[in-house]
């Protein structure tokens, strides 16, 4: 590290050379600050908007988390909200995506610096093809939210009219897709909670960029299961077993809450069970009261909100695959085995401890996270967990607590939502970097569980 910030020797000066991660959280950094100048703005806003919330709404649209302090809809004009779908679009899809795609528009070539640090916005490890897969991202994004914005339209054009009926059906699109859960609405989308079209569009966009451009694209490809990359298997597997599991538990714990499911129709129930079952997985809308569900279910849906989505995409969490190999390392722990094996492949020590690294991290973040805001805090304990969890996996799912905090604690929150966004890309950087031990120390013991 201290040659990568001490740098080289240019003209007689020494040059200060930033590393990749470091300049990629800057660039998030800088994106949040005059997002929330726009924001601030009094065309961006009805004139019930402070500088705090105007940087937290901007913080929650680039970390693509969705926590907000007040009514999207109502607080902000069309200016506003076109800003924040703007910054939901950059956040999402990624910074550096769109600067290698302006520069090759331009006929500018992409240099090595670009170049690493797209790699590392975009979670990879390896330089090649990096243009084809920002093209990639750009082909899928852009066919989702549009055809997303065409069905949607079909809901919000005959109660809204033309005009504001077809930016809310683009909104909700480009929010859903980049699994934002921005809403205009101040319940969400509970109005909409036994809607068949809503039901199914919105969620077929926040698993479609859950799942990771890579995934797509590899499906888009080879359209054979037995032909597709072991990531894409692990990824499309345990998106599937996630599914069930949320889906299937909501219904069983929430079944019979007033407050959540016990009111609705037995069709409204089931579609509700499935809409929450999948949305923790950091896409961040709701159709049920989040805040009237028993805790039970709430712990539930923290454990989804941590796994969060997939690699090299729009979601947050520690990744279904980090999940998949830890729980792959456990089995192999047991049968004694070196190696870990999936659907054909093995997989080596070296992706073990890099999971073990991520999710360690991970969850101290987690937990200081709801220490800190604890402290000055004595709500409810489990809304307090609830929320930060939400803020570190760019969910956006709320029991009412963000509100409440005062700035010490807002300012913990948009850090952890800030870190949720860009802290596993900075990691994922280091755990890339290879170093060739200098000294080997003989082996010891000890003595575990």
């Not at 499935?274 to 961040?284: E, H, I, Y």
Request: glycine residues 12%.
């Amino acid at each position: 590290m201290a040659r990568l910030l001490t740098g080289r020797r240019i003209g007689g000066q020494r040059r200060l050379r930033i590393p990749p991660p470091a300049t990629l959280a800057i660039l998030y950094l800088v994106s949040i600050v005059l997002g929330g100048a726009l924001l601030w703005l009094p065309i961006a806003h009805n004139g019930d908007i402070g500088p705090v919330e105007a940087l937290f709404t901007s913080t929650s649209a680039v970390t693509v988390t969705g926590l907000v302090l007040s009514d999207t809809g109502a607080t902000f004009t069309g200016f506003g909200q076109a800003v924040i779908a703007v910054l939901i679009q950059l956040g999402g899809l990624g910074l550096m995506t769109f600067a290698v795609l302006v520069l090759s528009a331009l006929g500018i070539p992409v240099g090595m610096p670009q170049r690493m640090i797209l790699r590392e916005d975009l979670n990879q490890t390896s330089l090649s093809n990096l243009n084809v897969l920002v093209r990639v991202i750009f082909v899928v994004a852009l066919s989702c939210e549009a055809v997303g914005a065409l069905l949607l339209a079909f809901v919000f054009v005959p109660e809204h009219g033309w005009g504001q009926g077809l930016w809310q059906a683009v909104f909700h699109s480009v929010s859903a897709f980049n699994n934002a859960g921005f809403a205009l609405y101040p319940d969400s989308l509970s109005q909409w909670v036994g809607h068949p079209l809503v039901n199914l569009v919105v969620p077929a966009l926040f698993i479609l960029g859950g799942l990771g451009f890579i995934v797509v694209g590899d499906i888009y490809q080879k359209r054979r299961w037995h032909k597709l990359t072991l990531h894409s298997k692990l990824m499309l597997a345990g998106t599937a077993v996630l599914i069930v599991w949320g889906c299937g538990a909501f219904a069983v714990l929430e079944w019979t809450n007033p407050a959540t499911l016990g009111g609705l129709t037995a069709g409204d129930k089931l579609w509700a069970a499935w809409f929450q079952g999948v949305t923790p997985r950091t896409a961040g809308f709701n159709t049920v009261d989040i805040g009237g569900m028993h805790d039970s279910t709430a712990l539930l849906m923290m454990t989804l909100m941590l796994v969060g989505g997939g690699s090299t995409s729009t979601a947050g969490g520690i990744k279904v695959t980090t999940l998949a190999v830890l729980l792959l390392a456990t089995v192999a722990f047991f049968r004694r085995q070196k190696a870990l094996h999936a659907f054909g492949r093995s997989l080596g020590l070296e992706e073990v401890l890099k999971v073990m690294a991520l999710t360690t991290i991970s969850l101290l973040l987690v937990l200081t996270g709801i220490f800190v805001v604890s402290i000055s805090h004595d709500g409810d304990f489990l809304d307090l967990a609830f929320e930060v969890t939400s803020a570190f996996g760019t969910v956006g799912l709320s029991r009412g607590a963000t509100g409440e905090l005062d700035g010490a604690g807002l300012a913990f929150v948009m850090l952890v939502m800030f870190v949720g966004r860009v802290g596993p890309l900075a990691l994922g950087f280091f755990l890339a970097t290879r170093s060739a031990p200098r000294v080997r120390y003989p082996e010891g013991q000890i003595y575990l569980g």
